[in-house]
């Protein structure tokens, strides 16, 4: 068996075969980040192995490092050794949710010929997870066949629907579904989505999944009339996005592009345009995350499109300009950021006092400060990055204690480029004090790892070495 420690390892080697031949080539990682193009801060995490990005940035830097395919082939290998962990862990999951295959068969020709009951009730029965706890024996998400059924019946693309592993259903809900089940299924997304401001996504990503199968089994299920049919489609199309939203702040990466991929699918079926804005500007962000600058700025070209056919949310024409405005940092583009930027702050000016869908109420005037402080983060704008960083933080209480972290660590990026590695160690402390509350996040954890390995080249100053000291605590519960 493969655990999670052997990944781990693997991850950092590649990432120090990745340093090995930068240096050799006398390359820093800002003149590589240049030529990928990528961001310094993602050439960083590579090679402390703090991530892992796509199989394009590694052919790029075995070409352009001259490493005669060493780095393309040690990626592969890392690939290969994931893909096994992930299988084996999904195996020891479905095992323990469903026993062996022949149980599963047994119970399920069991129920067919059993009465059905209420739906409700049916719920209850099976135990269904409570919005903001996630019961121990709660698998991953389930990609069966009620999903793939449920795709190829409403015209979803081959593309869509490769790629999709085998599970097992989750307990169906059967009978007579009304519109009323397809609203609650909609609050449990609007719930999640507050949830995760205040406590990240690795605590709520497979409660989300455990919802998101509670809507193909309704829709393969039930039984329904036409116009719920569409409520369902909408309601699955939107829980299935927050839970490839929640995957991502979790880290789990390919789980998130599933999730959207469907989430698009059905999005785009059932003609619900807010959605499918919003899945776009998602794949944005993620790309984003993961150093695809490029493929993030397609993403958020095809978001902006999508908003400009359809009167959508207050604020949502904003959500892809914060996405082509951290795309064009990402690759040194200052006027491709500051023109989004602009666009975005006249949207939430027009907008900005008006209700808007829970997804959409964290677009603030402190998170366009957030966005524009990481932008200038990204720009080497060390000053500008402070001033627009604190207020960013100021502007966010507890409910948005994820996103007020999050500032809090790219404030410490920012004050140690400015050559003010206590002023950084404040802000870092800052951040561990949301960390050691309620907030469960792999971004931010991932960008304080940066913070921290960065930190750990001044440990006499006091504030430094408090940090330090306090630090391993913090990353070894996550």
């Avoid at 309620?438 to 408090?466: D, F, K, N």
Wanted: charge should be neutral; hydrophobic fraction near 40%; charged fraction near 25%.
């Amino acid at each position: 068996m493969i655990n999670i420690q052997d990944v781990d390892t693997a991850k950092k080697e590649l990432g120090r075969k990745l340093a090995g031949w930068r240096m050799a080539c006398k390359l820093t990682q800002l003149d590589l980040a240049r030529s990928i193009p990528s961001s310094r801060s993602t050439i960083a995490g590579v090679e402390r192995g703090a991530q892992v990005v796509d199989r394009i940035f590694w052919s790029r830097c075995d070409t352009l490092l001259r490493a005669g395919g060493e780095l393309a082939q040690a990626y592969r290998r890392f690939q290969e050794l994931e893909r096994r962990f992930q299988a084996e862990r999904t195996a020891a999951a479905e095992q323990a949710r469903w026993g062996n295959a022949d149980a599963w068969s047994s119970r399920i020709a069991g129920s067919d010929n059993e009465t059905q009951p209420d739906p409700g009730a049916r719920r209850v029965a099976a135990g269904e997870p409570q919005i903001g706890g996630v019961p121990d024996d709660l698998p991953g998400v389930a990609f069966d066949d009620m999903r793939r059924r449920t795709l190829v019946k409403w015209g979803a693309t081959a593309a869509a629907v490769a790629g999709m592993g085998s599970g097992r259903p989750s307990d169906g809900l059967t009978g007579r579904v009304g519109a009323r089940d397809a609203e609650r299924l909609s609050k449990a997304a609007v719930r999640l989505y507050g949830l995760d401001y205040r406590h990240g996504g690795d605590s709520l990503w497979q409660a989300a999944a455990a919802k998101v199968n509670d809507g193909y089994a309704m829709l393969e299920q039930g039984s329904y009339t036409g116009t719920v049919e569409g409520h369902l489609l909408k309601a699955t199309g939107r829980v299935q996005m927050c839970a490839g939203w929640l995957a991502f702040d979790a880290g789990e990466q390919g789980v998130a592009r599933t999730c959207f991929t469907d989430a698009l699918a059905l999005a785009r079926q059932a003609g619900d345009r807010e959605v499918e804005t919003a899945t776009l500007a998602y794949l944005a962000l993620q790309a984003n995350a993961l150093g695809r600058p490029r493929e993030a700025s397609r993403f958020a070209s095809a978001a902006e499109n999508a908003t400009s056919t359809v009167t959508g949310p207050p604020r949502l024409g904003a959500v892809p300009q914060l996405r082509k405005a951290i795309a064009s940092a990402l690759m040194a583009d200052p006027s491709g950021t500051d023109t989004a930027i602009g666009r975005a702050r006249r949207v939430l000016d027009r907008d900005g006092d008006k209700p808007t869908e829970q997804w959409c109420t964290f677009l603030s005037p402190a998170e366009l400060d957030g966005i524009e402080g990481t932008c200038a983060v990204e720009l080497g704008r060390a000053a500008q990055a402070q001033t627009l960083l604190e207020q960013a933080i100021a502007g966010y209480d507890d409910r948005y204690a994820r996103n007020r972290a999050l500032y809090r660590v790219r404030l410490a990026r920012a004050r140690l480029s400015a050559g003010a590695p206590d002023g950084a160690a404040d802000a870092a402390n800052e951040a561990l004090d949301d960390l050691t509350g309620e907030v469960a996040s792999w971004r931010v954890h991932a960008e304080l790892q940066t913070v921290a390995h960065q930190l750990a080249a001044y440990p006499r100053i006091p504030a430094v070495a408090g940090f330090l000291a306090r630090y391993p605590s913090v990353a070894d519960h996550r």
